[in-house]
């Protein structure tokens, strides 16, 4: 079994969970505020313009490297931003994959992706809970397609307020990532960003 069961957060409000022995050994268990454990979920959309391709092409395993390396390399920003700001928390990527059926909304794209990735019985991405508790992640950050802003997120720390969308074109270069991390688990607003009870945006 995987079953991971929430039993509180601690005092960052990162989600404290009970795990078994198998999740004990694929190192799911920290709470001491070391590693903020993400997990990373894209739109279709925003794969294609990653690639340079319209929207709604044909999604390939090249697109789909190409959106992971993006995300990569935002995790790796964001943690370099951290130690060189004397953060000692780091970011660690424990699952990433494309959702198959969200669409980005014609207007106002980033409220409802937020509204639709956090709730939890609305009919849309309602898996998106199961699969956070699967990987024991923190944070879940969403990546879509959409010029209205950089990035869109929760401020934290609260469980069911870790949760962000960002622009595939701001998720690395210092910009939306880190920032919006930095929302969820106050640490500092001039961090890199794609990781507000008021959504905040960058």
């Not at 943690?79 to 969200?102: C, D, F, I, K, M």
């Not at 998106?128 to 950089?150: F, Q």
């Amino acid at each position: 079994m995987n079953t991971i069961l929430q039993t509180g957060t601690n005092t960052l409000g990162l989600r404290r969970s009970t795990f078994n022995q198998q999740q004990l050994h694929r190192g799911l268990v920290d709470d001491s505020g070391s590693n903020i454990d993400v997990m990373v979920v894209w739109t279709k959309k925003a794969e294609c313009r990653k690639s340079g391709f319209a929207a709604g092409c044909t999604n390939t395993a090249t697109t789909e490297n190409n959106m992971r390396g993006l995300i990569d390399l935002a995790v790796a920003e964001t943690n370099t931003a951290y130690t060189l700001s004397g953060v000692t928390t780091q970011l660690r990527l424990v699952h990433a994959y494309r959702e198959p059926n969200y669409v980005e909304t014609a207007t106002n794209a980033f409220d409802s992706a937020l509204a639709s990735i956090k709730g939890t019985t609305d009919g849309v991405m309602d898996d998106v809970h199961t699969k956070r508790n699967t990987y024991g992640a923190d944070v879940v950050a969403m990546i879509i397609d959409d010029s209205a802003y950089c990035g869109l997120a929760y401020l934290g720390p609260a469980a069911n307020l870790m949760f962000s969308i960002t622009a595939w074109n701001c998720a690395t270069g210092c910009k939306s990532t880190q920032h919006l991390t930095g929302c969820h688990v106050p640490l500092s607003r001039s961090l890199p960003s794609f990781l507000l009870s008021q959504p905040c945006s960058d």
